[in-house]
């Protein structure tokens, strides 16, 4: 959830709750060089008298100046916009009385808010849609051009954008609006351009309108509704005395630039821990893109003359600390921290603890986002034993998407050592991934099919259990060749926990069962087995559907073949045997894994592929060309009493294939 307009606080406690004749203040430190007339600053303000921080003010020389506390985000952040008066310092401070908001005409500022889906045709009907929505963000943008929502996902949201722009001239503007579903542009109030309804962009100016503008700063308010699908807003205009209509580009507008304050002086107080909580990245942790993991960076507010004499201590709220001045700490998990920060200096105690609201930036460009393994320096320090179990799961699964596979070790093992305080979901995740690890690094299989029968019956819910019975199984049948110990998991898997195992985790038990059988040439038993997997559907196709995708299957594997493309024709020959078990008993598909085998000069496996499917079936279509293609590979081993046997069976077990001619040329110049 992100921060709103309602103006949420949450209040940190760096110092008691101000009053009027000891307001904290913060001194404005404005940029080295900048020529604007209005900033923004963000800062903590422990002890704010009024929640919504209408007692926010900015003064210089003593005097209050133009400004407005637009929004208190999810950690308690204060925004605050305000015009600079002189050179001289400038102050922001709270905990007095209420101010009169007085917002700079600067910048452009954008909100965002819910949207329920409700057609907009006209200016009236956004604005109820908008009064009715919750606001989901508020910021401050260069300008009103965008193809994605910077404060969320990009479906069924209201965007209003307000700022404004220098009319350098008297003259007629054109102003333009091009959007993905509706939009209206205003001009000091007044409605200039529209396209109403749902639709896409059009890429041109075609919905556009002229206003007169004297010479000065004017108003431009930008409403917009997006459904679902593509995006766009757009706002471009055509400026007297200019013959071109071009996007309003950021300088068009007053600028409102950035400015930071320094630490809080409160009469009396002394040396005030003080911090300021700041997304210095994120990247993705998981493959489907939905989960993020958030870089912040924690900027200490106490001078370094001040820090001097005083020790640094935090804690991030997940069981990790830092003891460095202003560190960076790597989030696992979007949410809400409790962070601290203690300066010490003997018995001399000063600490600040804020609740912090991590998530990642919307608005952040995808070439911007973090490679995860930019953050592994960071992320191995921590000290995993005293972190909250989820937490240091997630630490795990960092590990594992980054392939440190030693690390995923040493934090499932640690996870494990304290797995009497361990929810069950934590629990097999965490034996789970170190498991599949185990097995993937090589070095132990049987300590790896161990970890898994022993927490097997330490699984209340049965699903779970079954997992790691299938996950020892195929230990023992990929890797320790041992088909009696793994037909004994997939049974347990098969007979025991059927009624209640996940239905993927079911299927790979009843093919892997079919495998075995078809190892020992157990034709009819392999068949059921692997019948009763294909009756588990791995999609919602219909019939119809199933028997097209089957055939692109084989036919791709077929392309890429002749394409020599054999990782492709690999990886689509292990789809069709997932999707459609029995095709592995029925020749097509053996026919060609075997032209693979012989592309890829494996001729023995080969021969092994024929003879046991024409042992499980013998009727097989397919049997006069796969006897053909064991030839070859009998062939290309140099054994040619092996070559003469398999193509004599073409012509005494399968009298009527259409080949026997080719066969019997063949046979007589292998004799020869």
């Known amino acids: 959830m992100r921060a709103t307009l309602a103006l949420i606080l949450i209040l940190g406690s760096c110092l008691p709750c101000a009053s009027a004749d000891g307001a904290a203040r913060r001194e404005i430190v404005f940029p080295e060089k900048s020529d604007a007339d209005a900033f923004e600053i963000v800062f903590p303000a422990p002890g704010l008298a009024r929640p919504d921080a209408s007692d926010v003010r900015v003064f210089a020389d003593d005097k209050d100046v133009p400004a407005w506390a637009y929004r208190v985000d999810e950690s308690g952040l204060v925004h605050v916009v305000f015009e600079r008066r002189g050179e001289g310092q400038h102050f922001v401070s709270w905990g007095g009385d209420a101010a009169k908001p007085s917002p700079p005409k600067a910048g452009v500022l954008l909100e965002i808010r819910a949207y329920d889906g409700h057609e907009v045709n006209s200016i009236a009907d956004w604005r109820a849609a908008w009064d009715k929505g919750k606001s989901e963000g508020l910021r401050f943008v260069p300008q009103i051009f965008y193809g994605h929502n910077p404060l969320g996902p990009n479906d069924n949201f209201l965007s209003r954008f307000v700022g404004w722009f220098r009319a350098e001239r008297e003259g007629d503007y054109l102003f333009a609006t091009d959007s993905d579903d509706a939009s209206f542009l205003l001009v000091d109030g007044k409605p200039v351009a529209e396209w109403p309804g749902g639709h896409g962009a059009c890429g041109n100016a075609s919905h556009s309108g002229t206003t007169h503008l004297a010479p000065g700063v004017h108003e431009i308010e930008y409403l917009h509704a997006q459904g679902s699908g593509g995006l766009l807003m757009s706002a471009a205009w055509r ?30 107080a002394g040396l005030v821990a003080d911090f300021l909580p700041v997304n210095a990245g994120e990247s993705v942790l998981d493959p489907e893109a939905t989960e993020y993991i958030v870089k912040m960076r924690f900027e200490n507010l106490a001078s370094e003359a001040q820090l001097k004499d005083y020790a640094c201590r935090w804690s991030f709220g997940d069981g990790t600390t830092s003891a460095q001045p202003s560190p960076e700490h790597v989030y696992l998990a979007e949410g809400d921290y409790d962070v601290a920060l203690i300066l010490s200096k003997g018995y001399d105690e000063r600490k ?34 005293r972190m909250d179990a989820r937490a240091a799961y997630r630490v795990m699964y960092y590990f594992e998407r980054i392939a440190k596979r030693d690390d995923v070790v040493r934090v499932g093992q640690s996870l494990l050592a304290r797995a009497e305080g361990l929810d069950e979901k934590t629990l097999f995740d965490a034996v789970s991934l170190l498991v599949e690890t185990m097995r993937v690094q090589g070095a132990d299989y049987k300590g790896a099919k161990k970890l898994a029968l022993s927490w097997e019956p330490r699984m209340k819910e049965t699903g779970r259990a079954a997992a790691l019975a299938l996950a020892a199984g195929d230990i023992d049948m990929w890797h320790l060749k041992d088909l009696e110990s793994a037909e004994a998991n997939y049974r347990r898997v098969i007979f025991t926990y059927a009624q209640k195992a996940d239905r993927m985790t079911l299927r790979k038990a009843l093919v892997r069962m079919g495998d075995i059988e078809r190892w020992r040439h157990e034709g009819d038993k392999a068949r059921e087995f692997l019948h009763k997997a294909e009756s588990i559907p791995v999609d919602d196709r219909t019939p119809v559907q199933r028997n097209v995708r089957a055939g692109f299957l084989a036919r791709s594997v077929e392309e890429m073949l002749a394409a020599g493309d054999m990782e492709f024709a690999y990886e689509t020959l292990i789809t069709w045997a997932w999707e459609f078990p029995e095709a592995q008993l029925d020749g097509w598909w053996t026919e060609l894994r075997v032209k693979w085998l012989i592309r890829n000069k494996e001729y023995p496996g080969g021969v092994a592929e024929v003879e046991s499917l024409l042992k499980m079936n013998p009727k097989t279509p397919y049997a006069p060309s796969l006897l053909w293609l064991a030839a070859d590979c009998a062939e290309a081993s140099a054994d040619k009493p092996k070559a003469l046997a398999l193509l004599d069976r073409i012509l005494s077990e399968y009298p009527e294939a259409t080949n026997k001619e080719a066969v019997l040329k063949r046979l007589e110049a292998l004799r020869k």
């Open 239 to 268: 400026p007297a005395g200019s013959d071109r209509v071009a996007i309003m580009p950021p300088d068009a507008f007053v600028a409102v630039a950035k400015a930071s304050v320094r630490g809080i002086e409160k009469p009396g």
């Open 352 to 385: 600040c603890a804020q609740r912090i609201h991590v998530t990642r930036d919307w608005d952040r460009e995808t070439g911007a986002i973090d490679l995860r393994e930019a953050y592994y320096d960071i992320v191995k320090a921590y000290d995993v034993a």
